[in-house]
Nanobody
């Protein structure tokens, strides 16, 4: 499974960004990317999970009350999106996607290291 993130950049507080994670399953077995997750890591902080989505569309969010973040995928399941609305400076981070073949529950914090496939990340910088 190969993952390539895009869509990062600079934004002002209050703006929105949509990040994309292109998922390539070289085996041809769709279930190899059963769970796709977005993470972020700010400078000096630990990596944190943001949201996950399973092949059947089941979603979960690290902050159920967040409301500013939406994870989705296209109909071909080859791209997973992360929409962040009302951006805040605290959203400044490197955003990564990860994927693997079990249900997302298996990879929940503190077991995120179980993800075998990671992208290189896309940087988001938010200024006030």
């Amino acid at each position: 499974v190969y993952l390539v993130e895009s869509g990062g950049g600079s934004a002002q507080s209050g703006e929105s960004l949509s990040l994309a994670c292109a998922v390539s399953v070289v085996s041809g077995v769709a279930e190899d990317r059963y769970c796709v997750a977005w993470f972020r890591q700010s400078q000096g902080k630990e990596r944190e999970e943001v949201a996950t989505i399973e092949l059947d569309g089941a979603k979960s969010y690290a902050d159920p009350e967040g409301g500013r973040i939406t994870i989705s995928q296209d109909s071909s399941k080859s791209t997973v999106y992360l929409q962040i609305d009302n951006l805040q400076p605290d959203d400044t981070a490197m955003y990564y996607c990860a994927a693997d073949d079990l249900k997302c529950l298996y990879y929940r914090t503190p077991y995120t290291y179980r993800f075998r496939n990671w992208g290189q990340g896309t940087q988001v910088n938010v200024s006030s």
